[in-house]
């Protein structure tokens, strides 16, 4: 089971294309230090229409960075790693002054039906349950059990993840979320999002979410625009 990390960050001001545009170009030294790193994922808000829901204040922008172990990502988040240099306000001072919160969870992908690759820019849903459940493991059977089913079926999904809370200690000085549970669906664009957000298999994800065992804490539904800005690199030949 791979491992992920998200960090969330909201700015007060700024231009969000440009930041984004400087955050990456800063990123990939940066990434590419990082052992164990499998892809890295940058996603900032764009526009999907859900006919249910009407979220405001997303966030600016959310790296996730794919990890092949959680070895790997206890370095990634520990004292000395390259990935520290994200509060170093001269190399990312497009991060100085922004709210900023991370968590560490853990990655459960689902097959879909789709046969092409997704491209490298693409739209996705990222939804948080901050929680608590009344009873966590029934509410994760339940989920894993039919609502990660329904979003499987949705149109022309391209992926399928659902991620729960790990454990590992952290360097940073941000302070760690605590959401209980996230997801996230991927389509092709904003376009291909809505459609699927307007399906009978929404209305079905939707009749799902009122039988949801008990549970407190907000619900956050956000559609972001995702660039992948680091895959690991093919492994080389070796010398005949």
């Known amino acids: 089971m791979k491992v992920c990390w998200f960090a969330f960050v909201h700015c007060a001001e700024g231009d969000r294309d440009a930041d984004r545009d400087r955050l990456v170009a800063g990123l990939g030294p940066v990434l590419s230090a990082l052992s164990g ?50 509060q170093d306000p001269e ?75 790990c454990e590992c200690p952290s360097a940073f000085s941000w302070p760690q979320s605590r959401f209980m549970q996230r997801n996230k669906v991927v389509f092709d664009s904003p376009m291909a999002l809505t459609g699927a957000l307007h399906s009978p298999v929404r209305a079905r994800m939707r009749e799902d979410f009122l039988r949801f065992p008990p549970y407190r804490g907000r619900v956050t539904h956000h559609p972001l625009m995702s660039d992948v800005v680091y895959t690991t690199p093919p492994a080389q030949p070796a010398p005949v």
Request: charged share 20%.
């Open 91 to 165: 190399r990312f001072p497009m991060l100085a002054h922004a709210s900023i919160t991370h968590q560490a969870m853990e990655v459960r992908r689902f097959e879909t039906s789709s046969a092409r690759q997704t491209p490298d820019s693409h739209a996705t849903y990222l939804v948080g349950y901050e929680g608590p459940a009344e009873d966590d493991e029934l509410w994760l059977d339940h989920y894993l059990a039919t609502h990660a089913l329904h979003m499987t079926q949705l149109p022309r999904v391209r992926e399928v993840e659902v991620y729960t809370p």
């Open 37 to 86: 790193l499998a892809k890295a994922v940058i996603h900032c808000c764009t526009v999907a229409d859900d006919p249910f829901l009407r979220d405001g204040d997303p966030p600016n922008m959310v790296l996730q960075c794919y990890f092949d172990s959680d070895v790997a990502l206890a370095e990634a988040l520990g004292p000395g790693s390259p990935l520290l240099d994200l």
